[in-house]
């Protein structure tokens, strides 16, 4: 299923991360990057976090990657809402290429979600974690 990105939306509030910025399992931090090479690096969570609490409202989050194999892994978004439920608001499989923007536009309905935490998980491949960005857009 695809979701639609407003581009017209005017962004209140932009938090970037940059990869080396991001809590890893696994991998190596390089240039800004978190890193996960071919043969070196196991499987496992190569960024997690930044464990931030979203109040109601619409929010766009934008991955960027760049990553070379057919199985590179796949990345969700999870937190915990209003009635401390942990919830999936998102998971989508790694595609390859040079700076790939894997982005998803949250609507938290509740009055907030917390402990938000956008994971990346390496299964195979060349794999690098280039930035983590969550915009806040006009309702």
Do not use: M
Not at 16 to 23: M, Q, R, S, T
Not at 34 to 59: D, M
Request: aromatic share 8%; glycine share 10%; charged share 25%.
């Amino acid at each position: 299923h695809h979701l639609k990105i407003d581009t017209s939306g005017t962004c209140l509030e932009r938090f970037v991360w940059k990869g080396d910025e991001l809590a890893g399992l696994v991998g190596t931090l390089d240039s800004g990057k978190r890193v996960a090479t071919q043969g070196l690096t196991p499987s496992g969570f190569i960024s997690y976090g930044p464990y931030i609490e979203l109040p109601k409202g619409k929010y766009r989050v934008e991955l960027s990657i760049s990553g070379a194999g057919s199985d590179l892994g796949y990345t969700d978004i999870i937190g915990v809402d209003a009635s401390d439920e942990a919830v999936t608001l998102a998971k989508k499989t790694i595609t390859a290429g040079d700076d790939v923007k894997i982005q998803t536009v949250l609507d938290v309905d509740d009055s907030f979600i917390r402990n938000l935490e956008v994971r990346t998980w390496y299964q195979s491949g060349n794999l690098s974690i280039q930035s983590l960005s969550i915009e806040r857009l006009a309702n």
